[in-house]
C-alpha cells in the first residue's frame, strides 16, 4: 500500500490549486450573489482539459485517472463549489456514461466536444436528467415517458434541479418507455438542447452553489432518433446507478474540498484573531475544533481516495462510492459550521467566505443522492 502520489497526480494537484486561486478567488463572492454562471472558469477549466479529465484522449479528454479528478475537486472546491459541480457532471455524469455505454457514433457526435467542454468556439457541456417534481429519491417512478415510434422516440415530461441546466447543450434523459417493466422500462436518451419541444424553466433561487446553473426542464412531444438512446431497451436506470455511482465520488471530493477550505480558513483567522490576550487558536476551546476538523476532513479524504482508486483499479466501488459521499458530505456540513463558530460574527457575513461553504456544503447532502439514499445503498451492499 503507498500512501504516495504519482508525479503526474501532484502536477494536477497544483494545476488545480493555481486555477482555484488565480481563476476562481476573484469575484466568488459577487458571482455567488448574483448567482452568475462561472461561464469564464468554466471556459478556461476546458483549456486546462478538466471538463473531460477521464476521458480517454481518442475521445478528445485528458485520459487522467479518477484519483487526479479527486484532487482537482477537492482543489477547486476549496474555492468556488458552483465552478466543480459543473465540472463534476460533466466528467461523471455526461461524459463517463457516453465513453462507456455510448456507441461510437454517439461518442464521434457527442462526447468528443463534451470532453473538450467546446464546439465552434463555444461551451459545450452537459445535463443529466434524472430527477423529477414527484421522482427524487425514488428515481424509478419516472413520469416522463418516452413512446416508441419505430426509429425515434417522442418525450413529454418535467425534470427538475437540473445542474448545467440552462448551459448545457446536450441531455441525457430518463424516460420511462414500459410503466409495466419498472425500473426495467426505463430508458436514457441524448437530447440536444435546442431540439423542437425543449423548454428550459427559469433558474432555481437557491440556498447555495448559486453560481450554478440550476433549471427544471419541460419536454412537450420532443422527437428523439433511436440512434440516440443509450444500450439495450431497458437499460437506461442502470445506466444512471452506474453513472452516479462515478459521480458520488465527485461530489464526495466536492464537500472534502468545501470542508477543507472552510477549515483553512478557520485555521488562518484563529492564528491572527486574538481574544482574552492571546491568539484563539492559543485557547484550547478553538484547539479542540480544529483538531476535530482536521482529524474528520483526513478521514473523508481517504475515503475519497480509496473509492477512486477501486475504480481506478476496476474494483466494485458502488459501496466505497456511497461510504465517501455520505461521510465527506457531512464532515462538510459539520467543518463549514464550525468554520463559522470560529469566525464568530465575521464568518456570519459574506467577506470571510466561510458563510457561503457554509451554505455550499448543505447541497452535498442531498444531490447524486441524499445522505439517505447513500445509507440505503451502504445497507444493501453490506448485507447482501
Ligand atoms: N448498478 C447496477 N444496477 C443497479 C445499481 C447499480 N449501482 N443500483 C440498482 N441497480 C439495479 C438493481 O439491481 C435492480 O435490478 P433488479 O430488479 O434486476 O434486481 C434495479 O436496478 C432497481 O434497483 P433497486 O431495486 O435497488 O431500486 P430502488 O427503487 O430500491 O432504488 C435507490 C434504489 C438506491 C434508492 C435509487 O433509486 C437511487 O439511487 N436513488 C437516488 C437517485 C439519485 O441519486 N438522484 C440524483 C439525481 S442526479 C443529480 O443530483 C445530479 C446533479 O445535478 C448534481
Known amino acids: ?27 466568488v463572492i459577487e458571482r455567488d450573489e448574483k448567482q452568475q454562471f462561472p461561464y469564464d472558469q468554466i471556459w478556461k477549466l476546458s483549456e486546462l482539459g478538466f471538463m473531460g479529465m477521464m476521458t480517454g484522449s481518442q475521445y478528445g479528454g485528458a485520459g487522467m485517472d479518477t484519483i487526479s479528478y479527486v484532487l482537482a475537486m477537492e482543489e477547486i472546491s476549496k474555492v468556488d463549489a458552483s465552478v466543480s459541480v459543473c465540472m463534476s457532471v460533466n466528467n461523471s455524469l455526461v461524459c463517463w456514461g457516453l465513453e462507456h455505454y455510448g456507441t461510437e457514433e454517439q461518442k464521434q457526435q457527442y462526447l ?13 457541456i452537459g445535463a443529466f436528467l434524472l430527477s423529477e417534481p414527484e421522482a427524487g429519491s425514488d428515481a424509478t417512478s419516472q413520469q416522463t415517458i418516452a413512446e416508441d415510434k419505430g426509429d425515434y422516440y417522442i418525450i413529454n415530461g418535467t425534470k427538475n434541479w437540473i445542474t448545467n441546466g440552462g448551459t448545457a447543450s446536450v441531455y441525457l434523459v430518463m424516460a420511462q418507455t414500459d410503466a409495466s417493466k419498472g425500473s426495467k422500462g426505463i430508458d436514457t436518451f441524448i437530447v440536444e438542447k435546442n431540439s423542437p419541444g425543449v423548454t428550459v424553466g427559469a433558474k432555481e433561487n437557491k440556498l447555495g452553489i448559486r453560481g450554478s446553473d440550476t433549471h427544471s426542464i419541460m419536454f412537450q412531444d420532443v422527437k428523439v432518433p433511436k440512434a440516440n438512446r443509450i444500450g439495450e431497451h431497458g437499460f437506461g436506470f442502470r445506466y444512471a446507478m452506474k ?16 470542508a477543507s477550505g472552510a477549515y483553512e480558513r478557520a485555521v488562518a483567522y484563529a492564528k491572527q484573531r486574538k481574544a482574552f490576550g492571546k491568539e484563539i487558536a492559543q ?91 447513500q445509507r440505503i445503498v451502504i445497507g444493501r451492499g453490506i448485507l447482501k
Open 1 to 27: 500500500m503507498h500512501f504516495q502520489f504519482s508525479e503526474e497526480q501532484l502536477m494536477i494537484q497544483q494545476a488545480a490549486r493555481d486555477f482555484a486561486q488565480n481563476e476562481c478567488l476573484p469575484g
Open 112 to 124: 468528443v466536444p463534451l470532453a473538450q467542454g467546446r464546439k465552434s468556439g463555444q461551451l459545450y
Open 243 to 258: 453513472t452516479l455511482e462515478g459521480g458520488r465520488i465527485g461530489i464526495a471530493a466536492q464537500a472534502l474540498g468545501i
Open 283 to 373: 485557547h484550547q476551546a478553538i484547539q479542540f475544533k480544529l483538531a476535530d476538523m482536521a482529524t474528520r476532513i483526513e478521514a473523508a479524504r481517504l475515503l475519497c481516495l480509496r473509492a477512486a482508486w477501486e475504480k481506478d483499479n476496476g474494483g466494485d466501488y458502488a459501496l466505497s462510492s456511497s461510504m465517501a459521499k455520505v461521510y465527506a458530505s457531512e464532515t462538510a456540513m459539520w467543518v463549514t459550521t464550525e468554520a463559522v463558530q470560529i469566525h464568530g460574527g465575521y464568518g456570519y457575513v459574506k467577506e470571510y467566505h466561510v458563510e457561503r461553504m457554509m451554505r455550499d456544503a448543505k447541497i452535498t447532502q442531498i444531490y447524486e443522492g441524499t445522505s439517505e439514499v
